[in-house]
């Protein structure tokens, strides 16, 4: 009954490298969403994403950032040419379909670019 | 409109006593109201969760009230303890009509209980 996983949990990328976040949605679970949290603020909506679909991604950056979720495997968050500013935490969270209220997050993946 | 408004930003609290945490919306879509507890260094943890056409839900110390007419939600803690100091996030969930959604996060609360 594992819950949301994500990986690696803490990641430092040099400014210019790329970084790649994963999240491991709960079993049964086949929607993801993607938050960034900056020291000391809230949650920032990101991406939503079902299976192989983009369904909404009005939070992201329009460069540098993408996401997938693909038929297999876990939901990646793909930063190019990270920049400094680009540090914070960054929570993936699951939920089952629309007749399931319930949102779980995972643990988040702190990254670090210096 | 798809702001979720809230306060206070810092709350500190004597043990023992009521933590009252406020929320408040604009968009009459949103259709579900869930509060988050997280502590540093780890991910929100769903606490508790509403529905619009409910007005009040308890479970054990924590308790929403939800105010449709005001579009006003809030979280109390009752007997507040230590273990509960934690930053505390609302949300709404907005649905949209083909069939999907995203949630709205308010800003969050960092509480405070002390000893």
């Known amino acids: 009954n594992a819950g949301v996983m994500q990986n690696p949990r803490h990641l430092v990328r040099r400014r210019g490298q790329e970084a790649r976040l994963r999240c491991s949605p709960m079993?049964?679970?086949?929607?993801v969403y993607w938050y960034r949290q900056l020291p000391e603020e809230g949650l920032k909506f990101m991406v939503y994403?079902?299976?192989?679909?983009?369904?909404?991604e009005s939070g992201m950056p329009k460069e540098r950032f993408s996401a997938e979720f693909p038929k297999e495997g876990p939901s990646i968050l793909r930063i190019q040419q990270v920049v400094r500013g680009d540090s914070a935490a960054y929570f993936c969270?699951?939920?089952?379909?629309?007749?399931?209220?319930?949102?779980?997050f995972g643990p988040g993946t702190r990254l670090t670019v210096t | 409109q798809q702001q979720v408004k809230q306060s206070p930003q810092s709350l500190i609290v004597q043990k023992g006593g009521i933590s009252i945490i406020n929320c408040a919306y604009e968009?009459?879509?949103?259709?579900?109201f869930p509060w988050y507890q997280q502590f540093p260094g780890k991910g929100p943890a769903l606490l508790i969760a509403i529905r619009p056409d409910v007005s009040e839900k308890k479970e054990g110390r924590f308790t929403i009230s939800f105010n449709k007419s005001a579009k006003q939600f809030s979280l109390h803690i009752m007997d507040s303890q230590p273990g509960d100091s934690a930053t505390y996030f609302c949300?709404?969930?907005?649905?949209?009509?083909?069939?999907?959604?995203?949630?709205?996060f308010g800003t969050g609360t960092r509480l405070k209980v002390l000893a």
């Open positions: 079993k049964g679970h086949s929607h």
């Open positions: 969270a699951s939920s089952q379909d629309r007749a399931r209220y319930e949102q779980y």
């Open positions: 949300a709404a969930r907005l649905y949209y009509t083909s069939g999907t959604y995203k949630y709205i």
């Open positions: 968009n009459t879509a949103f259709d579900y």
């Open positions: 994403l079902q299976k192989e679909n983009i369904i909404d």
